[in-house]
DNA sequence: TGACATGTTCTATTTTGTAGAACAAATTGG
DNA sequence: CCAATTTGTTCTACAAAATAGAACATGTCA
C-alpha cells in the first residue's frame, strides 16, 4: 500500500531545498528557500512535519547546529540528505519527467 | 487549507499520461503508459480515483466514447486536459524544476 | 529580568494516494 | 440465446502525505 521509492510533490521540493541550501538548511530558510525559487508558500508546521517524515525514513538527517551571536539567533537544526535521499528524489524526478518528456503544447520545452 | 494551484506527485503523472495518449487516454491505457515510462505500478482503482478527483476539480474532462468490435471491448471513458489542467501542471512542474535546476551532484542535468 | 526575536515541537485536520472487489457491458462459441 | 470470457468502470475503505497554527523553547539586549 506504500507508493515504494517514490515521493510526494513537497517532499521532493524539501529534499531539493535541502541540497540546494548545503550545509545550512533549517527549517525557516527552507521555507525562504521555497517561497523565493519555487513560488511555493508553505507554513513551518508543514516544512518540520515533512522534515520529520523525511528523516524517519532516513532520507534526510539532522543534527544540532551552534547558536548564532544574532538577537533570537538560538541554535539551528541543520538538515542534510542522506544517498537514499538522493536517490528517491533521482527516482521520483526521472519519473516526471519520463512522462514530460517530449511533450509539446505544454510550453514546458 | 488548500494547496492552490499545486498538484499532488500521482496527480501531475496522471495529468502528463492523458496528455500523452491524446485523445485515447482511457483507465487501462493510463495505467499501462505510468507502468511503461515512469515505472510507476498503479492499480486500476488508484487510477480512477485520481482522474475522478481531476474531473472535480475541473482539470481533466471525460466524455463516452463508442464500443470497439473487439471481444469485451466496451465503451471507454476518454479523458482530455482542459487549459486549466494544463496550467496547474505546467505550475507544479515549473516549481521543482526551479528548485532542481542547477543543482549538482544528484546526476540530473 | 522582561520584552522581543529566532527557532522547533505538538496537535489536529484535510487532501491525496492506494487497492481490490463489485459491477457493467461487449464478444464468441456451442 | 446464453454461459463463459474479456474489457472496462465504479464503489468502498483505509493509509499516507500535506497543511496550519498555537504552544513551547532558547537566545539577545536594554
Redesign the interface.
Known amino acids: 500500500m506504500s507508493r515504494g521509492e ?4 513537497f517532499e ?2 524539501i529534499l ?2 535541502v ?2 541550501l548545503d550545509r545550512e538548511a533549517y527549517g525557516l530558510g527552507i521555507q525562504q ?2 517561497s523565493a ?4 508558500e508553505a507554513s513551518i508546521g508543514a516544512i518540520y512535519t515533512t522534515l520529520d517524515r523525511l528523516e524517519q525514513k532516513q532520507l534526510v538527517r539532522s543534527e544540532l547546529g551552534e547558536s548564532t551571536a544574532e538577537r533570537g539567533g538560538r541554535a539551528k537544526r541543520i538538515f542534510t540528505v542522506t544517498p537514499a535521499g ?1 536517490a528517491a ?2 527516482q ?9 518528456d517530449g ?1 509539446k ?4 520545452a
Open positions: 517514490f515521493l510526494g510533490d521532493q521540493l531539493l531545498a541540497l540546494r528557500e521555497l525559487r519555487a513560488g511555493r538522493k528524489l533521482r521520483s524526478i526521472g519519473a516526471t519527467r519520463a512522462m514530460a511533450l503544447g505544454l510550453g514546458l
